[in-house]
């Protein structure tokens, strides 16, 4: 089982619910008010820079269990995505105004309906259609960071090399920045990279130790106890699924099973709240018990960290002069980023529940009037206090807590294949 599938296995968190003011937590979409961050800060300090992590919104299951009990469907999609080959480079309107409209036939495709597996929906643009505008509200309209009218030197992004992650960015910018906002037609560029070398989640093709390191945690008694105690809930759903072998992976069930939910579908009969909620323990269980080692957190997370941390110090220099900062990614970013930052747990928090559709972290630059300089973090339009500092955390101090996770020799280290 990658790592990828492990982090995935805690998505389970649906069965469990966590209030805060006026939001429940569902994993079905993330806490977006955004709003209510604005009042925190204390007077005298200024906003210069922000980078902000999102988690992709409500897309299609990207799981198949081969029972018709488990995806009843049909997933009809109404979203779908233009585009046009070019060979331009610049942010200048394209000179073939021809776009091209691609869809899925109906019925030809793995899931019953017109949809592709791990599609985004109706459902998750509207959701960064509300949070994109909820960031124009924040930092356009009440912190002045960027201008109201879309400066393209303002803003950089980068996307994972996905679909429905791209959709999301696009639909996010096109909210900080609707038509309205721009004075002309614009190509707004988002970078991308080969899933195989991208470093925005735990990857295990670039950094091939993880595996090893996650495969000796299989192999400890404190796993294998574990497995046994999930065995007959997965037993369970695998009979209620008619199914001829048991389930070895949770991910796949309770990923289907929240996305029907989501969707209003319902859950399978004989699946019911309580088996979501004891394999929500179970799946809590994986995502500490795999990354509870500095190492494993740092191979996975440490290289973005690096990056992040490298955006703020050439922003500084007068190297990049973006102020609003743009990654696009999966639930597999923001979760190793919290972990990174020991802003996970405990149990009775919302941290502690895996990072919903939508759902979207900020790291914040300020200045005080001597020009010192502080970061602050608000998770899911929360305010969040590192471990080892304050709110408003000094720039120097936030950077020592940081690099703790960045790994020396990272390409070396990765090659290294002994647990």
Known sequence: MGVLSILACTLVSLG??????????????????????????????????????????????????????????????GLNDLSTPSTQTTTDPVNDPLLYRRLYLPNREVLPGSCMIGQLTSIGYQQHTT??????????????????????????????DEPRIQQSAQTFLSNLYPATSRKQDIVMPIYTMDEDM????????????????????????GWKVHEQDMQPV???????????????????????????????????????????????????????????TTELISLSIGDFMRELLARIETFNSGATPEKFVLYAGHDTTIAPLMMALGLVGPEDSANWLWPPYASHMALELWSDASNNQYVRIHYNSVVQVVPGCQEMCPLAQFVAIASNVIPNNFAQVCQNMKP
């Open 198 to 221: 991208d470093n925005m989640s735990p990857n295990t093709v670039l950094c091939p130790r993880i595996s090893a390191l996650t495969n000796a945690r299989f192999n400890t008694t």
């Open 131 to 160: 949070l994109g505008t909820a960031y124009r509200n924040l930092y356009v309209s009440h912190y002045n960071l960027i201008p109201d009218t879309l400066n393209m030197s303002n803003i950089w992004v980068r996307s994972v």
């Open 16 to 77: 469990l619910a966590y209030a805060s003011d006026a939001y429940t937590y569902t994993y079905c979409q993330s806490n977006m008010n955004v709003n209510q961050t604005a009042a925190s800060p204390p007077t005298g300090f200024t906003l210069q820079q922000v980078q902000v992590m999102i988690r992709h919104g409500d897309r299609t299951p990207i799981s198949i269990i081969p029972s018709p009990l488990a995806n009843p469907g049909p997933w009809n999609c």
């Open 234 to 292: 997965l037993a369970k759903i695998s009979q209620a699924l008619n199914l001829n072998s048991t389930i070895t992976n949770p991910y796949y069930p309770f990923d289907i099973f929240n996305s029907r939910v989501c969707h209003g579908m319902g859950l399978p009969a004989g699946i019911d709240m309580q088996t979501l909620s004891m394999m929500s323990d179970f799946a809590t269980f994986e995502m500490w018990y795999l990354y509870n």
